[in-house]
T-cell receptor, first 112, second 115 residues
Framework: QKEVEQDPGPLSVPEGAIVSLNCTYSNSAFQYFMWYRQYSRKGPELLMYTYSSGNKEDGRFTAQVDKSSKYISLFIRDSQPSDSATYLCAMSHTGTASKLTFGTGTRLQVTL | EPEVTQTPSHQVTQMGQEVILRCVPISNHLYFYWYRQILGQKVEFLVSFYNNEISEKSEIFDDQFSVERPDGSNFTLKIRSTKLEDSAMYFC?????????????FGDGTRLSIL
């Protein structure tokens, strides 16, 4: 079983739709959870960061972590064509400056 | 907003040659990382660096790889004798001391092409 699993997509939605992106993981030691957005030929851009379980909201983005189910989600409200990108989940253990373990990324396309 | 900068954006090198990839982390960050992403694959951890020494390294980071912080601003990744399979995007990241050194902020990467 892979440490972090993410549906690669592609996921195509119309403009204005609510998008749900998900990752599951197997390692219960993961405590820090991040979502990055990656445009073609660019580096991962941090979108959301949560520690342990719970929800976090920032504008149109909401991140949820359910440690009991080993499941994390990113919701995008009122999706825009500019949201078209690959979304990467990443997570790490506690401990100073632990490495990130990434999912494979989900490619999202928001159409007009 | 402060950002991680990487140079060059694209490096083409003959197999067997040495290559140095350069990074300028965010100025108040103390933890530094290198990751790579082979085309079509996930981002993979190579090495983390703190207080002028390696904190953690992956199996990928063998004796052909080395890292250095030669001065107060730069962080470099050297590959001594490149192989075809080293072709990938290489990303530098940095993080601040708070909250267990997370989250990490990434540069836009160097695309390394080995011929």
């Amino acid at each position: 079983q892979k440490e972090v699993e993410q549906d690669p997509g592609p996921l195509s939605v119309p403009e204005g739709a609510i998008v749900s992106l998900n990752c599951t993981y197997s390692n219960s030691a993961f405590q820090y959870f991040m979502w990055y957005r990656q445009y073609s030929r660019k580096g991962p851009e941090l979108l959301m960061y949560t520690y342990s379980s719970g929800n976090k909201e920032d504008g149109r983005f909401t991140a949820q972590v359910d440690k009991s189910s080993k499941y994390i989600s990113l919701f995008i409200r009122d999706s825009q064509p500019s949201d078209s990108a690959t979304y990467l989940c990443a997570m790490s253990h506690t401990g100073t400056a632990s490495k990130l373990t990434f999912g494979t990324g989900t490619r999202l396309q928001v159409t007009l | 907003e402060p950002e991680v900068t990487q140079t060059p954006s694209h490096q083409v090198t003959q197999m067997g040659q040495e290559v140095i990839l350069r990074c300028v982390p965010i100025s108040n960050h103390l933890y530094f990382y290198w990751y790579r992403q082979i085309l079509g694959q996930k981002v993979e951890f190579l090495v983390s660096f703190y207080n002028n020494e390696i904190s953690e390294k992956s199996e990928i980071f063998d004796d052909q790889f080395s890292v250095e912080r030669p001065d107060g601003s730069n962080f470099t990744l050297k590959i001594r004798s490149t192989k075809l399979e080293d072709s990938a995007m290489y990303f530098c990241a940095s993080s601040s001391p708070g909250q267990g050194g997370q989250p990490q902020h990434f540069g836009d990467g160097t695309r390394l092409s080995i011929l």
